[in-house]
């Protein structure tokens, strides 16, 4: 009697897009900090990935590197019109919420987060 392995790919894609099977990681969170250059283990270890999942992973990226690499660029370039879309559209909220006053009997608490506020930007 023969046995046969019904054994389910490392890699799938997914409405994501290319996944690593059993998780919601995407090979473009992976690409991030491959192109990065970290380390294999911070890359495990940050995804809580398992040492077969990391390297299915990374292997897969090798092999298709160029079908890999032209994803990442589509999905960092739709990230990026995400991000600029979003704050362009909340720019006016974020400026009302900004020039709010506090709330009669919060004025104490207002000028506590102002000065948290001011010093932090100024540790940045």
Do not use: C
């Amino acid at each position: 009697m023969t046995s046969v392995s019904h054994q389910q790919p490392a890699i799938i894609r997914t409405e994501r897009g290319l996944t690593i099977s059993g998780t919601r990681i995407t090979l473009y969170d992976v690409m991030d900090y491959v192109t990065a250059q970290y380390p294999q283990k911070f890359i495990r270890s940050l995804f809580d990935l398992t040492e077969e999942q990391i390297k299915a992973a990374l292997s897969y990226i090798e092999a298709n590197r160029s079908e890999v690499e032209a994803e990442y660029q589509l999905v960092l370039k739709q990230s990026e019109e995400n991000r600029q879309y979003w704050e362009e559209r909340n720019r006016e909220h974020v400026a009302h919420l900004t020039a709010m006053q506090p709330r009669p009997g919060r004025e104490a608490l207002w000028e506590k987060l102002q000065a948290q506020k001011a010093r932090h930007e100024l540790e940045t």
